[in-house]
């Protein structure tokens, strides 16, 4: 069930309607059945996949606080995420594996058949695997008592409104918030409501026009020059940020109008002065995870300089790898990697030469431009991410710089009038995002009077309903769906 449909529009407020009513201790059995629901929706086979890492987690936290003896600890710890990473790697890399070695055998001269699966990717199977795996290491650090309550905990794996793309919610966090009995709160859903509004309008004003010219780019490496290129590259960017940005907020809106907190998941990262910053501001529950999960217990920055370098490529490939079976996400996230190690070595060399030349690194414009930068090296990156293969991906590259021949607006998958349109709709977005580091947008639209603040609300939803992108349920899935 995706998020913009008429389905989930009926799913949610029926959900919400129930849980109210229901008296307290009954509610996690609705929210947990409504969960379940939520994702047979796509496929039932799969629903079963999920269970199974819901009982292992839930075992071995179990076991892991009634282990006397560290090695037994680590045992159970071992046994939950080779268990778990097992059943991700089956169903996301398998094929990728065979095929890398099947490629890396004809590099050889070597005859070698190797079987691949005709399996799909069960939904927001690294989401819920992610989110399991830190209770069990929630559980191992003693930052958290285990969970008796199997329900519960089902549901804190399964809860259907982060569950296909996140937020990577942490046990610490929502956990404990299904014993907290919520009442109804006007306020509080209308939060909630005005945030499913903005995300509802960046996946469908925004993202889902932007892609029409992107996908019709990137899917033909060969016809278009610098240019086109260029155009693509930087709409990508602004669409993978609605289309993520806007499940986000869809699901902590649908969230909140229960009652339920979850954690932010982006804060402007376009508007980051650093490959550093970018990341403590784009997805930041995966961040996060991989802060705490992996950089932290590899060594982190507390190491010598050469240390610390292998430790954010491991990240970084790491993430990469994690976001899809393809080389393409591997380099992807080695750029980024590569992106912090670079930065850090020439920061020196950087402020010595701002000294020697009296730049204001305090000033506003100092600011615009590291931003710039930024963006530049990030939207580079998305090459990658985006292209098909890294076949694609280098051709588009060497395209960026190709500026014979020519195209018109209709070979680009759009007319003038949606292109200027489109530009117009990422201008009102960038000024929004502004206005929002200043002002807050929901508490700014609270303190209008009643007339203004409805207002606003009809202006975004007309908006959507007569100039929105509607498609397909392939069209118009989430990016991050296929993660």
Known sequence: MLFNTI??????????????????????????????FFYMCWNPKYALLMLTSTLITYASGILIAGARMPGRKKLWVALSFSSNLLILTFFKYFNFLSGSLQSLFSMASVSVSIPTLDILLPVGISFYTFQAL????????????????????????????????????????????????HVF?????KDGFVLILFGMFKKIMIADRLSILVNTVYNDCTSYNGPAYILATIFFAFQ????????????????????????????????????????????????????????????????????????????????????????????????????????????????????????????????????????????????????????????????????????????????????????????GLVLLEMLQKYFGSRAWIQKRSLPVRWGIYLLFLFSMILFGKYGSLTESSFIYFQF
């Open 134 to 181: 830190s209770y069990t290491m929630d559980v191992y650090r003693g930052d958290l008592k285990p969970t008796r309550h199997l329900g519960k905990y089902a549901l804190f794996v399964s809860f259907f409104p982060q569950l296909v793309a996140g937020p990577i919610e942490r046990s610490s966090n929502l956990l404990a918030q299904f014993d907290e009995e």
């Open 240 to 427: 993978i940020y609605c289309d993520f940005s806007g499940y986000s907020d869809i699901a902590i809106g649908s969230a909140e109008i229960m009652g339920f907190r979850l954690m932010k998941n982006f804060d402007r990262p376009y508007f980051s002065q650093s490959i550093g910053e970018f990341w403590r501001r784009w997805h930041i529950s995966l961040s996060t995870w991989f802060r705490d999960y992996l950089y932290i217990p590899l060594g982190g920055s507390r190491c010598s300089a050469a240390r610390w370098a292998f430790n954010i490529m491991v990240v970084f490939l790491v993430s990469g790898l994690w976001h899809g079976a393809n080389w393409t996400f591997v380099i992807w996230g080695c750029l980024h990697g590569i992106y912090q190690v670079i930065g850090k070595a020439l920061r020196p060399a950087k402020n010595r030469l701002y000294q020697a030349i009296g730049l204001n690194t305090g000033g506003k414009l100092y600011a615009a431009g590291s931003a710039v930068c930024t963006f530049i090296l990030v939207d580079f990156a998305w090459i990658f991410f985006r292209a098909n293969s890294v076949q694609d991906a280098f051709g588009i590259i060497l395209g960026l710089f190709r500026f014979e021949g020519g195209w018109t607006f209709g070979t680009l998958g759009m007319q003038k009038p949606d292109l200027l349109f489109s530009l117009f709709v990422i201008a």
């Open 185 to 189: 709160d006007y306020e509080r859903a």
């Open 7 to 36: 389905e989930y529009i009926l799913f949610l407020p029926c959900i919400a309607f129930f849980y109210f009513l229901l008296p307290h201790r009954f509610r996690w059995i609705l929210l947990l059945a409504g969960s379940y």
